[in-house]
């Protein structure tokens, strides 16, 4: 999409998903491989994050959340815990800024805490690249072409291939940037991702640590996804 071509976020059009031998056995090959090296490179960080996250937040070490996959298959996507469990008087938790720790922020500015998900990967529940997992709640607030989105594994990243010509990013246009994914989907459009993908790993963002996310309603697609990008409108 060329630089600050209007977007339409409420197209009815139904995208068709790109079907090539890539595709279909290609993809998942290399996910199996990457995914699968990158446990056993990683094994000694899994051993030293699980250690000290038993130390600033106790068991369980990682969190569970159910995720919508590929064709809206539920299943239960893990991290690492940056946030403590303290309640109030009242067994309520606390506001995740009075539980997020030190230790959290780091791994959550390191994309640290996302390592587990590479067990996802080579479980087949997600692919490096795709669709961000996003709530189960937002399933029945999708139009008919967002909810496409589903029609491919969800992956670790989708990063931003269409131009907006702004440096926020709504909810719309995450939507209509999976749609352009999956319409074309290819091993080099792949690559060029998980390039991205290793550079933001070595590329800590204090904003990924203290952000926090807008909740799509169905109604909010020209909505910025970030409370921080929000505030800096």
Known sequence: M???????????????VKDTFYTKYGK????IILSGMGIIAASPAYLVISILEVWFHGHPIMYASQRPGKDEKLFSIYKFRSMTNETDEDGNLLPENQRLTKFGRFIRKTSLDELPELFNIF???????????LLVDYLPLY???????????????????IDTGRNTWTWGDQFE???WYLEHVSLWTDIRMIFAVVKKVFE??????????????????????????????
């Open 143 to 161: 139009s008919k072409r967002h909810r496409m989105r589903h029609k491919v594994r969800p992956g670790l990243a989708c990063f931003r291939i």
């Open 177 to 179: 940037n999976d749609i």
């Open 123 to 133: 479980k087949g529940d997600m692919s490096i690249i795709g669709p961000r997992p």
């Open 204 to 233: 800590a963002s204090d904003v990924r640590a203290d952000d926090t996310r807008v909740k799509f309603d169905g109604g909010n697609l020209s909505e910025t996804r970030s409370r921080y990008e929000t505030t800096k409108m």
């Open 28 to 31: 998942r090959a290399i996910d």
């Open 2 to 16: 060329k630089k600050n071509e209007q977007i339409d976020y409420y197209s009815s059009k139904i995208p068709i």
